[in-house]
């Protein structure tokens, strides 16, 4: 009887142990569960970048040819206070331009990163002086041309205005990120090169066109044709004011993206059109050029 008892005793506290064991492993399982959650749910990642300009390579026939106007826009600088868009699929934030310094060539960008979801090596893009309206916009890969439509071709206002430059492939797998730091030593690209072209007639007089188209594709235009032309930056509207700055028939333009295709361009002066075929030309990101074009009248 008393081994009975002892048996069924001994038997009640082993179940009582299982029991009190389960319910500790199943609180550890939840701990765990909630744990993974919270990190999953985690979305700020601080980020601190030192960041570099690169400035425009020179393809003008002479470096020592080049005026205050041509420094201006072939040496980007940093501005204080600045934004810097950080977008993808399943990120996006801010970053602040801080402590600018090397004549404005470097600085150092803060903010926070919230992602929504980690996945393996991630694609983060920044854009600088250029904000997406939706995470598939890319000015790397399909820029959005009309955002270059207002220059007025003077210098002073690609410097301020057109300054856009980014980083297009930063890979970073967030699961092996401190949500508390991300760090990167890396150079801003520039996305669009930038033309200064002196226009004159077949007389040899200098062109001061309201209006300045640059063309690309591979089909012909004249002024009458029925083709629709692939414009690829228009400015309308420039002021007389353009010329006094610049010289009679100088206008700085930015172009977005590169190109490897017949480029034309297109003016109107004194409501009279006029056209130059460039031919098949490479103007490529990052690259300053100057051209002396000599426009034939249309009409």
Request: charge should be negative; aromatic fraction near 12%.
């Amino acid at each position: 009887m008393k081994t009975t008892l002892h048996s069924i005793l001994l038997s009640a506290l082993c179940l009582m142990g299982a029991g009190l064991f389960a319910a500790c492993s199943s609180d550890d399982d939840d701990d765990a569960t909630k744990k993974h959650q919270a990190e999953e749910e985690t979305k700020g990642y601080n980020m601190t970048i030192e960041a570099k300009r690169s400035a425009y390579t020179i393809r003008a026939k002479s470096s020592d040819a080049l005026s205050e106007a041509d420094k201006m826009v072939i040496n980007p600088k940093w501005t204080e206070g600045d934004e810097v868009t950080v977008r993808g699929v399943n990120y996006s934030g801010t970053l602040k331009v801080m402590n600018v310094r090397n004549d404005g060539r470097e600085c150092t960008l803060k903010g926070t990163v919230d992602v929504d979801k980690i996945t393996t090596l991630t694609r983060i893009r920044f854009y600088y002086h250029y904000v997406p309206t939706a995470w598939y916009e890319d000015v790397f890969d399909d820029p959005d041309y009309s955002r270059y439509d207002n220059q007025d071709g003077t210098p002073k206002t690609i410097a301020s205005k057109y300054n856009i430059a980014g980083i297009s492939d930063c890979l970073m797998d967030f699961d092996f990120v401190d949500p508390h730091s991300i760090k990167l030593d890396t150079d801003f690209e520039n996305w669009q090169s930038i033309v200064r072209f002196t226009l004159k007639d077949e007389a040899g007089n200098l062109l001061c066109p309201t209006k300045f188209d640059v063309i690309r594709g591979s089909k012909g235009w004249t002024p009458d044709s029925w083709w629709n032309p692939d414009y690829w930056v228009r400015l309308s509207g420039i002021p007389a004011s353009t010329y006094t700055t610049n010289g009679k028939g100088v206008l700085y333009v930015v172009l977005p993206g590169s190109v490897h295709d017949n480029v034309i361009l297109s003016a109107t002066v004194d409501g009279h059109p006029y056209i130059y075929t460039m031919g098949r030309s490479d103007l490529l990101t990052g690259e300053f050029y100057t051209y002396e074009v000599v426009m034939e009248r249309a009409d």
